[in-house]
């Protein structure tokens, strides 16, 4: 019924016991000769129904283990029902490649004990003992670091091994070997606390597939950790870009800002310092001088005949003087206020974690344009606003506004492209009912550079940038945000000088329905 193992090593010395044949029919010339008493058919039903309820329930548990999104969760249960099976006192999942105890002694990953069976042995216990008898374990043990299943029992066994498994509580144990990637991980151990258990290579091959299989589980749970661990790192990663590019446009448009607020106090000092304020000191003090006789020096001095025609042509260039000042400082102050507000709007993003909260759309677009607001100017963009009636969503203001920054400082810069013309942007939301459910749709336009359709594909790739001194993980970052959110981001490009669009897409969920 089953194939022998090839070379089974199950215990030390010559007085191993081997597996017993597959069943309680002969084989003879290659054909299987029936059961004659009927002791020989009761026991051939017997095994047969053992084997069938094996097959079964290592059936159940490949099922429950290939399929379980926690193997610690699903395992338990999984191996109970072999346990019972196959009729030992206890079942254990060790780890000794990864996992570990402190003193050295092997970390158990799952332990199942019958009703009535006896404890398992202090972890202490496994490493106590003279070296003869960790001397004996260690031989004892080598077939399954090699990968091969290993037998052991008090009576069969070399006294030191003997004596160990007497303090384990041990009358025989079959430890299966679990494989990582070719590599020992650990092992099953099926321990029979009453009687030497009599296992047949069908049950030892069965118990085999079964340790493949949790290798394979717990290769698939480690594996799906680290790519967990891999993307919650890509993710802050680009959190961290999407709020470095935040303050890059913010120190931009604060630079722009110092710009226009350097040449208003420049144009204001010059002013000052050119008055004609100085002529009417000199006035004043030739009226000083002439203050006895005042009215014959204005009357009868050709000085002063001109003296007050020369007072209301300075009344006029100072009133002008003033109005002119008063622009620069107008603008001056405007100057600052706008820094004031770029500020502002940073510091109320700064140090933003994910946070899901009622936002207005509309006013976290004006925030984006406000921190991009001095660069447009400087380029002389347009911006073309198309916002629909949108009600508070509940959304993660931080990703949202680092998508929306992005966009628009791409848009700015696929414009300064191509500088023979004047350029427009657009920026549009709406609430798209197209397909079930509503989504958020948010849609910047540019009528720069455009996009060539090799590069469409490659957009979102992390590095990937089109240009000079670019770092290409730009909109990688916006469509890691949108992922996050359960949204979405696309890009369209009829070709290379006729612009480009950027739409997000992000679930409808609005804030009166949380409420």
Not at 124 to 129: E, L, M, N, T
Not at 386 to 391: H, I, K, R, Y
Request: proline content about 5%; charged content about 25%; hydrophobic content about 40%.
């Amino acid at each position: 019924m089953g194939a022998p193992l090839e070379n089974p090593r199950f215990t030390l010395g010559d007085e191993a016991p081997q597996p017993r044949p597959d069943s309680a029919i002969v084989q003879r010339s290659g054909a299987a000769e029936e059961p004659r008493t009927p002791l020989e058919v009761d026991a051939y039903r017997a095994e047969l129904h053992r084997r069938e309820q094996l097959l079964k329930a290592v059936s159940n548990s490949i099922a429950e283990l290939l399929t379980a999104d926690s193997i610690r969760e699903r395992l338990p249960h999984a191996l109970q029902q072999i346990a019972e099976v196959v009729g030992i006192d206890r079942m254990l999942v060790v780890e000794t490649r990864w996992g570990g105890n402190a003193d050295g002694s092997p970390k158990p990953y799952f332990v199942w004990v019958a009703p009535g069976a006896p404890p398992l042995a202090d972890p202490r216990d496994i490493v106590a003992g003279n070296d003869e008898e960790w001397n004996a374990t260690a031989d004892w043990m080598r077939p399954v670091f090699e990968g091969r299943v290993s037998f052991g029992s008090q009576r069969t066994s070399p006294p030191a091994l003997g004596r160990f498994l007497a303090r384990l509580n041990v009358i025989s144990v079959l430890l299966v070997p679990i494989m990582i990637r070719g590599k020992h991980w650990g092992q099953i151990g099926f321990d029979d606390c009453h009687n030497e258990h009599d296992w047949t290579t069908d049950e030892i091959n069965t118990l085999k597939l079964l340790a493949d299989v949790i290798g394979v589980a717990i290769t698939r749970e480690r594996s799906m950790e680290e790519l967990l661990e891999a993307q919650s790192e890509l993710m802050t990663t680009a959190r961290q870009a999407g709020m470095a590019q935040i303050a890059n446009n913010v120190l931009h448009n604060v630079g722009n800002v110092l710009n226009s607020v350097n040449v208003s106090a420049g144009l204001i000092g010059a002013k000052v310092r050119n008055s004609k304020a100085q002529g009417l000191a000199k006035a004043v003090q030739l009226m000083n001088e002439h203050a006895t006789d005042l009215g014959d020096f204005l009357s009868r001095d050709e000085r002063g005949k001109t003296l007050p025609g020369y007072l209301n042509k300075l009344v006029t260039v100072l009133a002008a003087e003033k109005q002119s000042i008063g622009d620069e400082l107008e603008s001056l102050t405007k100057g600052i206020d706008h820094i004031k507000e770029i500020v502002a709007t940073q510091q109320s993003y700064a140090g933003a974690t994910s946070l899901i909260e009622p936002v207005q759309i509309k006013d976290l677009m004006e925030d984006a344009l406000r921190m991009n607001a001095a660069s447009m100017e400087r380029h002389q963009i347009r911006v073309v606003k198309e916002f629909a009636e949108v009600p508070l969503l509940m959304l993660d203001r931080h990703l949202v506004l680092q998508i929306l920054v992005n966009l628009i400082g791409n848009a700015k810069n696929a414009m300064d492209g191509v500088p023979d013309r004047s350029h427009h942007i657009t920026l549009r939301t709406e609430i798209t009912r197209s397909a079930a459910p509503p989504r958020l749709r948010i849609r910047v336009e540019d009528d720069g550079e455009g996009i060539a359709p090799e590069n469409l594909a490659r957009l979102f790739a992390h590095g990937f940038t089109t240009r000079k001194n670019g770092h290409g993980f730009g909109l990688h970052s916006c469509a890691l945000a949108a992922t996050e959110m359960a949204g979405t981001m696309t890009a369209h490009s009829d070709g290379p000088g006729k612009g480009a669009a950027f739409t997000l897409d992000l679930p409808v969920n609005p804030a009166e329905r949380i409420r």
